[in-house]
């Protein structure tokens, strides 16, 4: 069974700095494509970052660019989200979501609420 377990959300002030985590059960990587989304109350769900297993190549969302950093640690399975120069907008409940050669699991989410 293919699990994704997503940690690290919690209370921030903004400026401030969260790593994610999103541990991978069931599957190793090697042709995937891990992302994270996130949701906002009253907004539709977007992709935030982006990061392909075979070459480690990433794509970010224009909002988060500079700001964020996707990185996977092949070894543990885990996919991590750095956020720094967090914003209020920033809030949102975040979620990891795995491509394997098309098919797409989704992890449970983890809230980040950014206080200004």
């Known amino acids: 069974e293919v699990q994704l377990q997503a940690s690290g959300g919690g209370l921030v002030q903004a400026g401030g700095s969260l790593r994610l985590s999103c541990a991978v059960s069931?599957?190793?990587?090697?042709?995937?494509?891990i992302a994270w989304f996130r949701q906002a109350p009253g907004k539709e769900r977007e992709g935030v970052a982006c990061?392909?297993?075979?070459?480690?190549?990433?794509v970010y969302s224009d909002s988060v660019k500079g700001r964020f950093t996707i990185a996977s640690d092949n070894a543990k399975n885990t996919v991590y989200l750095q956020m720094n120069s967090l914003k209020s907008e920033d809030t949102a409940v975040y979620y990891c979501?795995?491509?394997?050669?098309?098919?797409?699991?989704w992890g449970q989410g983890t809230q980040v609420t950014v206080s200004s």
């Open positions: 979501n795995a491509d394997f050669g098309g098919h797409v699991y």
């Open positions: 990061i392909v297993s075979d070459n480690d190549d990433t």
């Open positions: 069931g599957l190793t990587f090697g042709n995937s494509a």
